[in-house]
């Protein structure tokens, strides 16, 4: 069941403006509200106090779908769902398969839709959200509402978009949550949108450093996977406390992956939602280790199996090199196999110099999440019988009963399962994440780990 979402008080609906009023809009907004209220019916508001978060889009997914009326959301670059929603209702009028993502079939309709709607001169209207506008569906909060739940803040969404180019479209809002709890001041968020091509938005790259707001951490939300040569990027990058990825929307995970390492070399302070997916398990495994007895035995794993929804292995790596890192395993090589089943098989000297040999899974599955790649159970064990160190921890029960069938030379000796990963979803890691910023370690060395496999053999 969802969770009612709280009332929204709309201090500024969408408003499109010249990019030289942003800061002068934004001022008017609050000038007009005053500080106890426009009536001294509602609580004083808070503006935007503590950080700014900019959001970049780069499928156009949410903008194209906007532009044609089948979303009236924020531009904010996650697939929730609401978006979810719009692009099946694509999917059902063009008669491709509802799977509620972005297709490269249903971006492909969607584009042909939009060129064929502007080059009739009959491009959307402001009532069906054309613009790109933040029109607040209270049913369905997103990413950008999950934050301002909790802090009043900026938010900054780039919209690259298909087409010609005709400069960069600014576009300001303002919206505050009223809680129930909380009813002495409205938590607020302002929303600026930016929209144009790539090139367009390249070119104005200079002034939006501008409307970050001084002082205060800045974060950059990059959708997909950071291009370094992107100089729109690079100029946010090197001015936010941190840039924030999604592994699980990676098109080629393990090169995407090596880039960023290559990112983290160059001191880029890189966060990764998935990485944050990992932490249950993570945890689960630590205290499967705790008991003395057990912590000793811990040393003598040289087996370890993950299986992971097949088509995204970031998490199954990322987690591996997690491993890896905090036993000293070094990778010596590294084979991929695909099939039915995408296996990849990496050895590691322990050491004390055994033998580690670990197997990650790509399960197909009959009914795939929102997130790719998701983990579905994992396995330690070992070859020596003696060694009390067998541990499998899944997050359902068939996960469980595979791991139990797959055989080996000792039987697991301790069953644990991962609880609801709802929490899992983009936007509560995201309104996580901006609570934190600067390096994380322990991610860092994982991807140390993962260029270090990447580069220890070659796939087959």
């Known amino acids: 069941m969802t969770p009612q979402a709280p009332t929204i008080f709309s201090l500024q609906a969408p408003k499109d403006i010249s990019l030289t009023e942003i800061e002068a809009e934004l001022n008017q907004i609050w000038q007009s509200y005053g500080i106890t209220g426009e009536d001294g019916g509602l609580p004083a508001a808070t503006r935007a106090t503590t950080f700014t978060l900019v959001v970049y889009e780069p499928e156009e997914t949410q903008y194209l779908l906007a532009a044609l009326g089948f979303y009236n959301g924020p531009i904010d670059g996650i697939l929730g769902p609401q978006t979810d929603v719009a692009l099946r209702l694509v999917q059902q009028k063009y008669g491709l398969p509802e799977t509620g993502t972005a297709t490269p079939e249903t971006l492909t309709a969607l584009r042909e839709e939009f060129a064929k709607r502007q080059g009739n001169g009959n491009g959307a209207t402001a009532d069906n959200g054309g613009n790109g506008s933040y029109r607040f569906n209270a049913a369905s909060p997103t990413i950008a509402d999950e934050i ?14 298909a087409g010609e180019d005709e400069g960069v479209k600014a576009q300001v809002s303002a919206y505050c949550p009223i809680q129930k709890q909380s009813s002495s001041t409205l938590i607020c968020c302002e929303y600026i ?45 090197a001015i936010c406390n941190n840039v924030i990825v999604d ?40 205290e499967a280790y705790d008991p003395p007895h057990r912590r000793a035995a811990l040393r003598e794993v040289d087996k370890v199996t993950i299986d992971y929804e097949k088509g995204n292995p970031a998490q199954a790596l990322l987690f591996l090199a997690w491993l890896a890192s905090r036993l ?30 670990a197997e990650l899974a790509g399960v197909p599955v009959a009914d795939a999440g929102q997130i790719g790649g998701d983990l579905i159970a994992l396995r330690l064990s070992s070859t020596n019988p003696q060694a009390d160190c067998g541990t499998v921890i899944c997050s359902e029960t068939g996960g469980c009963m595979r ?28 309104s996580q994440q901006v609570q934190r910023w600067g390096r994380e370690s322990l991610f860092e060395e994982s991807l140390a780990v993962i260029a270090q496999i990447l580069k220890s053999g070659v796939k087959s």
């Open 328 to 357: 000293q395993w070094q990778p010596v090589s590294y084979q991929k196999e695909s099939g039915d089943y995408d296996i990849t098989r990496i050895h590691f000297v322990a050491q004390d110099q055994r033998q580690v040999e």
């Open 403 to 430: 791991m139990e069938t797959h055989g080996g030379a000792q039987a697991a000796g301790l069953f644990q399962q991962v609880s609801s990963l709802s929490e899992q979803k983009a936007e509560a890691l995201l």
């Open 148 to 161: 301002a739940l909790r802090n009043p803040c900026r938010i900054i969404a780039l919209c690259p978009i």
């Open 247 to 286: 592994s699980c929307n990676f098109n080629e995970p393990e090169s995407d992956l090596l880039s960023l390492q290559e990112l983290v070399e160059t001191g880029v302070p890189l966060a990764d939602l998935n990485w944050r997916r990992l932490s249950a398990w993570q945890e689960l495994t630590a």
């Open 193 to 237: 949108t930016l929209s144009g091509t790539t090139a367009a938005l390249e070119r104005v790259g200079g002034m939006i450093p501008a409307l970050l707001i001084g002082g205060l951490p800045k974060f950059l939300w990059w959708k997909a996977t950071p291009d370094p040569d992107n100089s729109l990027f690079k100029r946010l990058a």
